[in-house]
């Protein structure tokens, strides 16, 4: 029988409850779906037909040694999303390509550990701005502050990140995201599959609840996307380097104008709420099967 090794971490070994919907629907079509841990030296990649990277939330913590293993795997199997693929999503900057494309980016200043810690606001009009590493998942790391307020605290913490040699991204916290929420819209081979609302994460000053110490708690609900959020996502996806990703999600929120723009695209280990729509998880098996 056909094996898909399904990529996770040690915290959720067997992988979470919605990425395990994808394990009958790979069943139903003959593939066995098998979640393996990226870090236990045990695994036999080669002995799967592919791997598909899912739970994998703690990258971060050595995005070197993830992409080591990436190409490690890469080199015995078939990897989905490619290691080229994921070694251009896990670092942030990739918004710089997307903006030079000329798709709408929520603006973002970047600073680096070279820079000067006392140089970090984006120009702009607003109140709030959002504090975060360009290399991340999960929202950690990530804490929303009031600029009427003293900014000592937020630049503390643009400095801690750059102490640590690590790039800062900070961005204008748009109001639209504490009533509208943000659409994440999910695809698969390149085609439009289902959508999702997220809820606000971020109250000022602190970092969200975090399930596992991982990725901070999220409030989902299912959504149809507006023919803007398509087209926009739809453009993104066409913006991907290489082949069409196995998967893709793309997250959007209304600009100050009510047009949607880009927040974060999500090639490497994203959630995909297949429990939102009904057929997700069957819409992903086939993907997968397409690929063997």
């Known amino acids: 029988m056909t094996s898909v090794g399904l990529a996770t971490c040690r915290e959720f070994p067997n992988l979470d409850d919605d990425d395990r919907l994808v394990i009958p629907a790979l069943a139903a079509v003959g593939i066995a779906g098998v979640p393996a841990v990226w870090t ?4 036999d990649w080669s002995a799967f037909d592919a791997v598909v990277i899912r739970g994998t939330w703690d990258y971060a913590d050595d995005r070197d ?5 990436i190409r490690g795997v ?37 600073v680096e550990p070279a820079d000067s810690a006392e140089d970090w606001l984006p120009g702009g009009e607003f109140t709030d701005v959002v504090v975060k590493p360009a290399v991340s ?29 690590r790039s800062v991204m900070v961005q204008p916290y748009l109001d639209a995201v504490d009533t509208v929420g943000e659409t994440a819209l999910l695809f698969f081979d390149g085609e ?9 994460l971020l109250a000022r000053g602190v970092e969200g ?21 398509r087209a926009v996502a739809e453009a993104v996806v066409a913006q991907i380097p290489g082949d069409v990703p196995l998967y893709a999600r793309v997250d959007l929120i209304p600009d100050t104008d009510g047009s949607p723009v880009i927040l974060e695209l999500e090639l490497t280990e994203p959630s995909l709420f297949l429990s939102f729509s009904g ?3 069957d819409r992903l098996a086939r993907a997968i099967a397409s690929r063997l």
Do not use: M
């Not at 236990?40 to 695994?43: A, F, L, Q």
């Not at 439009?192 to 606000?200: A, D, T, V, Y």
């Open 279 to 281: 057929g997700a998880p």
């Open 209 to 229: 609840e975090k399930v596992e110490g991982l990725f901070v708690r999220e409030q989902i609900d299912p959504r149809e996307p507006s023919d803007d959020e």
């Open 40 to 43: 236990d030296s045990t695994v």
């Open 74 to 110: 890469e080199r015995v199997t078939r990897l989905f999303n490619s290691g080229d693929v994921v070694e251009w999503n896990t670092d942030k900057h990739y918004l710089h390509e997307l903006r030079a494309a000329g798709l709408p980016v929520v603006p973002t200043r970047f």
């Open 137 to 165: 998942c999960g929202s950690r790391d990530t804490v929303r502050y009031a600029l009427h307020e003293p900014v000592d605290v937020a630049a503390e913490h643009v400095r801690r990140l750059l102490e640590e040699s």
């Open 192 to 200: 439009f599959s289902h959508s999702i609302r997220k809820g606000p």
């Open 65 to 69: 040694g993830y992409l080591a293993w």
